[in-house]
C-alpha cells in the first residue's frame, strides 16, 4: 500500500475521526491538505510533519472557500490525488414534524453539499493526471435507520448515490469513487445522535454499542485504514462500492 508520492485532501480534519484519517496518511509518507473550520487539532501535526501537512481553514459549504482551498493543494504539492470527505454532522434524534428547515437545510448542506462542492473543485485536477481517488463517508444508517434520524440519514443516502453516479461518470478518466458506511463510531459526534433530554452514556452503551454484532463500537482507526486502503493501487479495481465498516451492524 505504497502512499508515499500521493497527495491528499481530507475535509473535516480538525474532528475526532477526520484527525485520525490525516495521522494514517501522514505516517505513510502522504502529502496532505487539512481542510476544517476548527484548526486547534491540527497544531501539533503541523509541528511533527512541516513539510508534509498543508493545513487550511475552509467553510466546505462556501463555494470560494472550496475552491481557494483545492487551488492551494495543488499549488502547494503539484497533484492531487486523493479527496476524502470525512467532514459531517449529527442530528439529534428528533420527530420529523419538529425538525426545522434550517436544521435540514444545515445537515444537508454538511453532509452532502459539501461533498459536491469538493468533488466539483478537485476533479479537474484528477482528470488531467488521468487518475485519482474519491472516498465519501455516508453512514451505515441509510440502510438501518434509527428512529428520528431522518435529515441525516436523507443527507448520508444522497452522498451513496452521488459517489454511484460520480464512479460511472469519472470511470473512463480512471478517477475511483467510492464510500464507506461506518457503524456506530467511538467519537464525539456519536453523543450528538442522543435525543434532547436523555443520558448520553447511557444511550452509547444501550442502544449504540448494543446494536452492534461484534460487540465493540467503531474506532476511528478501523475508518481511517478502510479509506487509506481505497485510496491504494491495492484497490484499484473498486468503484462505486459501498463498503460498510460496521461491525455487522447493517445485516
Known sequence: M?????????????????????EQFLTHGTKVAAID?????????KTQYPQQLLVIQGDLTDEQSVEDAVKKTAETFGQIDVLANVAGIAQAATDIEKVSLKDWERI???????????SRATVPYMKQQKSGSIINIASVSVDRPRPGLNAYVASKGATISLTKALAIELAPYNIRVNAINPGP?????LGEFTASGSDEGDTKERVFRKSVPLGELITPEAIANCVLYLSSDLAKMMTGSVVNVD?????
Open 37 to 45: 473550520l476548527d484548526l486547534d487539532g491540527l497544531n501539533e501535526l
Open 185 to 189: 463510531a467511538d467519537t464525539k459526534m
Open 2 to 22: 505504497n502512499l508515499e508520492n500521493k497527495v491528499a485532501i481530507i475535509t473535516g480534519a480538525g474532528g475526532g475521526m477526520g484527525k485520525v484519517v490525516v
Open 247 to 251: 461491525g455487522g451492524r447493517g445485516i
Open 108 to 118: 444537508m448542506a454538511i453532509n452532502s453539499t459539501a461533498v459536491f462542492l469538493t
